[in-house]
């Protein structure tokens, strides 16, 4: 069975193709600056064909159309008829209270993701985008969504409820609805595939540290708490998020700098995070060279980011009575060396103790937890992609 893949952002739209049946990659790509100018394709195969499309790229629709062409091509293509490909899945940001796993894509289920798309107005109108233009690409083909929340629909009432009014949680639907859940997932499974037990039978922390970060508390296979809450804004301090602040904070800024709704969401959301500690970027890399150089600032964005990632993994450890297997993925996760050996620095009482050696590594699964410590430290990389392939894989087998 080859499941087609795609994750379209506001302005972005990533693709990858899998035979299933030997759960192989058989072609990814990227569309860039759609709906602006200079748009651009990235596209590869697994063969290491490459092309560069470039082509004005006025809306969603007219990139999926030349991803599909991109697919069939005699000379970088994967499929002599678009034909082919079996069945579609997408990514979808928020599945709100609804979703609890993936679904079919029905009419009503487009109805629910587009009644979400107040509480996700970045992410789920391109999402429900994507999925009507295959629609009209690929008529009858038979399309899955997989939210980002899913995973987490499993966390317990009394740690999804904010303090607030218990009318905002019924009248609006506020509450922590916690994100990256399909990575989350996938490590955690991998992690018992690794370790060769089964995963459900292992309290697990996972830490998805890339621009947007997040950590989960696994237990019996079930989320039982992320960081991320309402939106993903909530949490670890993030590339350019806040993170947690205190949120009589956002009326004071906006009194006092005289904001409007908008510039202080893009405030706490653009602005923010490690970007606005060290005035000089949003990536670690940047981060940990100026630090090198001296940067007191980025030095100090560095210590904020990692006290925040310790702060979770003690409380998470409290909630799951014990910790068996501590989980590092996405970008800095998986590649960033330093940042892991600072998170797992003084935490041998929760049985966390790297082995250098080990941790030196960089986008490739490893153990690196030193031999005999009690707490299982893994580097994992994440594959969103995978597992929103096996979920349309097995949604559209057993419907
Ligand atoms: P997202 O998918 O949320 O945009 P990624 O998971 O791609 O983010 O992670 C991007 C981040 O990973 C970058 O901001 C950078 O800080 C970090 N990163 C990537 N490679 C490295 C590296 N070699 N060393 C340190 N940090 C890295």
């Keep these: 069975m080859k499941v087609l893949v795609i994750n379209c952002g506001s302005s972005s739209l990533k693709y990858q193709v899998f035979d299933m049946d030997a759960e192989k990659a058989l072609a990814k790509g990227i569309a860039e600056r759609i709906g602006i100018d200079n748009s651009i394709i990235k596209h590869e195969t697994s063969e290491g064909k490459k092309t560069v499309i ?10 999926l159309e030349l991803m599909l062409e991109a697919l069939v091509s005699p000379k970088h293509g994967v499929f002599k008829k678009i034909e082919e490909i ?13 979703f609890s796993s993936s679904i079919l894509i029905t009419k009503e289920v487009k109805d629910k993701i587009r009644h979400l798309f107040e509480l996700a107005p970045l992410h789920n109108p391109p999402n429900l985008v994507g999925i009507e233009a295959m629609e009209r690409l690929l008529p009858g083909i038979e ?19 904010y303090g607030l009014p218990y009318e905002f949680y019924e009248k ?36 998805h540290l890339g621009n947007g970060a997040s ?5 019996d296979g079930i989320s039982l708490e992320n960081t991320m809450g309402f939106t993903p804004l909530e949490g670890l301090i993030m590339g350019t ?24 969401s893009d405030l ?3 602005q923010s995070g490690v970007l606005g500690i ?13 630090g090198l150089q001296g940067n007191e600032r980025a030095r100090l964005a560095i210590e904020m980011f990692v006290h925040d990632v310790k702060l979770h993994i003690g409380a998470y450890t409290a909630i799951l009575e014990g910790l068996d297997v501590l989980i590092f993925t996405a970008g800095l996760g998986e590649n960033g060396i330093d940042i892991r050996k600072m998170v797992c620095t003084e935490m041998d009482t929760l049985g966390i103790i790297i082995d250098e050696e080990k941790n030196k590594i960089r986008g490739k699964e490893a153990e690196i937890s030193q031999e005999g410590a009690k707490t299982k430290v893994l580097v994992i990389p994440t594959n969103e992609e995978l597992m929103i392939a096996r979920d349309t894989k097995n949604i559209v087998l057993t419907r």
């Design 143 to 161: 399309q899955v969504a997989v939210f980002d929340t899913a995973f987490h629909q499993t966390m317990p009432k009394y740690a999804y409820l």
């Design 268 to 270: 706490l959301n653009k």
């Design 241 to 264: 998020r806040s993170g947690d602040i205190d949120p009589a904070i956002v009326s004071y800024i906006m009194e006092k700098e005289n904001l409007n709704i908008e510039e202080m």
């Design 86 to 98: 079996n069945a579609v899945g997408h990514r979808v940001a928020h599945g709100g209270p609804y």
């Design 172 to 207: 609006y639907k506020i509450r922590k609805y916690g994100f990256h859940g399909t990575s989350h997932k996938y490590v955690a499974q991998r992690a018992g595939e690794l370790l060769g037990r089964p995963w459900e039978s292992l309290k697990i922390i996972s830490c």
């Design 54 to 63: 470039h082509e004005i790229l006025p809306d969603h629709e007219s990139a």
């Design 215 to 219: 950590i989960t508390a696994i237990k």
């Design 278 to 290: 060290s005035g000089i970027s949003s990536d670690f890399r940047d981060l940990e060279d100026a």
